[in-house]
């Protein structure tokens, strides 16, 4: 007897070429721009859901995190991994993949990867943060770290805060010169700087995306004038850091879920009770962001589950109006619950 996967066996996987084919049906500036959209949305109702610090296991070379959450009707999780001596060895920094399911039932209703996903999330947290905090008419953003999330950053603070001019920095020259060839033509006025100094003047925004695993002073106090927004994302496990601890301390300061960025933003710097907002109070209505011209804001960005849950849900709603997907058999599901042993044992002169 021949085995036939039913329709409840079957789950909808988005693969890496998928996911690349839905980016570019949509547009990646359209895709940025839903993206936040929807994680909006999910702050704006971030009550509801559970919230916990990731499960990280950390070790000397890097990390693996599982990042769950719920909003009592779906169940997302994400896995990734931080290790930053992988690209001397050819391999991504970052990679993960995302499972959404129905909590009525448990069953998975979409798995997808989360490498090209978790970068345009990001970038969409970190531009949907600035629409909130920067100063208006902010357009010119310095970009320090030109690594794998530098151009989705680009892109997305053009697209959600009105960013026209780049200033790029990296110890690598070559990655500022990848990031800049990447960007060519996308309506950005991009130069390349020497240093990190050069690159924050007459910037509106800075956006520090650097990769070492250490406490790094990435920008100094004398770097940062009145009036700017800071977008801190690469300072996302426990002994990683990217600002100076004064910068901080003259700053108005904003993160995502304060426990877990207690441990690993910038915030870890200072004593426990050095006053932070929560942004999703900002997104909701419930506390000021920005409240004058001069004031310094910081985005103390770790990347939180609720955003992953935002993107699998926007996935799983794109998936309804584009075929870019496979079905995957990863359900058993015997035509009668209680025989599992009764189907795997009806297969066996297939597998024979």
């Keep these: 007897m021949g085995y036939a996967p039913s329709d409840l066996a079957l789950v909808p ?4 070429e998928n996911m690349m084919r839905i980016v570019h049906a949509t547009g990646i500036e359209r895709f940025l721009s839903e993206l936040a959209g929807y994680i909006e949305e999910d702050f704006r109702r971030w009550e509801l859901f ?6 990280a296991s950390h070790s000397r070379e890097g990390v693996i995190e599982l990042m769950p959450t719920s909003d009592g009707e779906a169940y997302g999780f ?10 001397r060895e050819g391999r991504q920094t970052v ?10 039932t448990g069953y998975p209703v979409l798995i997808t990867e989360m490498t090209i996903l978790t970068a345009l999330r990001t970038a969409a947290m970190s531009a949907l943060a600035a629409r909130h905090l920067a100063p208006d008419g902010a357009a010119t953003m310095a970009l320090i770290g030109n690594g794998a999330q530098s151009e989705f950053q680009a892109l997305a603070f053009k697209a959600l805060v009105g960013v026209e001019r780049l200033r790029l920095y990296d110890i690598d020259s070559q ?21 990190p100094q050069e690159a924050v003047e007459g910037a509106d925004i800075i956006t520090t995306v650097t990769a070492d695993k250490q406490y790094a002073t990435i920008l100094t106090d004398n770097m940062v004038g009145p009036g700017i ?15 100076h601890r004064d910068i901080l301390m003259r700053a108005s300061i904003f993160v995502e879920y304060l426990p877990q960025t207690r441990v690993e933003g910038e915030i870890q710097q200072l004593s426990a009770d ?7 109070r900002v997104i909701a ?17 770790v990347g939180f589950a609720v955003e992953d849950f935002s993107a699998l849900r926007y996935m799983r709603d794109r998936l309804s109006s584009l075929p870019y997907f496979d079905r995957l058999d990863l359900l058993a599901d015997p035509d009668d619950p209680r025989d599992l042993f009764g189907m795997l044992m009806r297969a066996e002169p297939q597998a024979a």
């Design 274 to 280: 050095h006053p932070v907002t929560e942004l999703w």
């Design 78 to 87: 994400k896995y990734v991994n931080g290790h930053p001596k992988n690209t």
């Design 175 to 195: 990655a500022s010169r990848r990031c800049a060839r990447n960007l060519a033509g996308r309506g950005l006025d991009i130069a390349l700087c020497g240093g």
């Design 285 to 301: 209505g419930r506390t000021a962001g920005r409240t004058a011209r001069d004031e310094i804001t910081l985005f103390d960005s």
């Design 13 to 16: 996987f988005v693969s890496v």
């Design 229 to 243: 927004h800071i977008n801190a994302v690469g300072g996302d496990c426990p002994g990683k850091t990217e600002l």
């Design 50 to 55: 559970d919230k916990t610090p990731r499960i």
């Design 95 to 104: 990679t993960a993949f995302g499972v959404m399911a129905e909590v009525d």
